[in-house]
């Protein structure tokens, strides 16, 4: 079973516009919570994460909003641009294991 | 840096053949992971080394399938005999300490078992 729920299963954006990809974990023990992205014939790369200790964390046009109370965490990603299209995996961590979510497709619009 | 290097890339082979993934984890790191990915069941963890010792083996689907990483450079995972369901893209996944913080995935090898 997957410990963390990710959606939507796809989307796309236009460029310029905003991607919005959510996720809700039941565990409380995660204490780390990564993105990573992933082109077509590549491996996952760290995008961007945060500790549950802070509620947003932005890096470029990429941010995490994270709510403690909710168990909820999201990833926003502003003026989306083509080379944004990939695959989105959402993560949480406890001690050396990554548990991830089942992904998102982003496709850009040019 | 060269990052993670796994090899083959492409593997195709017939049900009931032995199969051998191979890979490099970073200089320095002292982690190392293999995942799974398939459409139905995502990224599943396979085994997690540290020190060159496995740590945690509980994601092994069955006793088909081994791994060793024999020195801190080097890892196998061996499928056999090798099953169509066991078609899949294998990553191996390296990190500098046993905190999951950031772990560094190579390329993937893209196995199938016809």
């Known amino acids: 079973q997957q410990q963390v729920k990710q959606s939507p299963q796809s989307l796309i954006v236009q460029k310029g516009g905003i991607s919005i990809i959510n996720c809700a974990y039941e565990?409380?023990?995660?204490?780390?919570f990564p993105w990573y992205q992933q082109f077509p014939g590549k491996g996952p790369a760290l995008l961007i994460a945060?500790?549950?200790?802070?509620s947003e964390k932005k890096e470029g046009r990429f941010t995490i909003s994270f709510n403690k109370s909710a168990k909820q965490f999201s990833l926003h990603i502003m003026d989306s641009q083509p080379g944004d299209s990939a695959t989105y995996f959402c993560?949480?961590?406890?001690?050396?294991?990554?548990?991830f979510g089942a992904g998102t497709t982003v496709t850009v619009r040019a | 840096d060269a990052g993670v290097i796994q090899s083959p890339r492409h593997e195709v082979t017939e049900m009931g053949q032995e199969v051998t993934l191979r890979c490099k984890p970073i200089s320095g790191h002292n982690s190392l992971f293999w995942y799974r990915q398939t459409m139905m069941r995502g990224l599943e963890l396979l085994i997690y080394?540290?020190?060159?010792?496995?740590?945690?083996d509980s994601g092994m689907p069955e006793d088909r399938f081994s791994a060793k990483m024999p020195n801190a450079s080097f890892s196998t995972l061996k499928i056999q005999p090798s099953e169509p369901r066991d078609s899949a893209v294998y990553f191996c996944?390296?990190?500098?300490?046993?905190?999951?913080?950031?772990?560094?995935f190579g390329p993937g090898t893209r196995l199938t078992v016809l």
């Open positions: 993560a949480a961590t406890a001690d050396y294991k990554l548990s």
């Open positions: 996944a390296s990190s500098q300490d046993r905190a999951a913080d950031t772990q560094y």
């Open positions: 080394f540290n020190n060159n010792v496995p740590i945690d």
């Open positions: 945060i500790r549950p200790d802070v």
């Open positions: 565990n409380t023990a995660f204490d780390y």
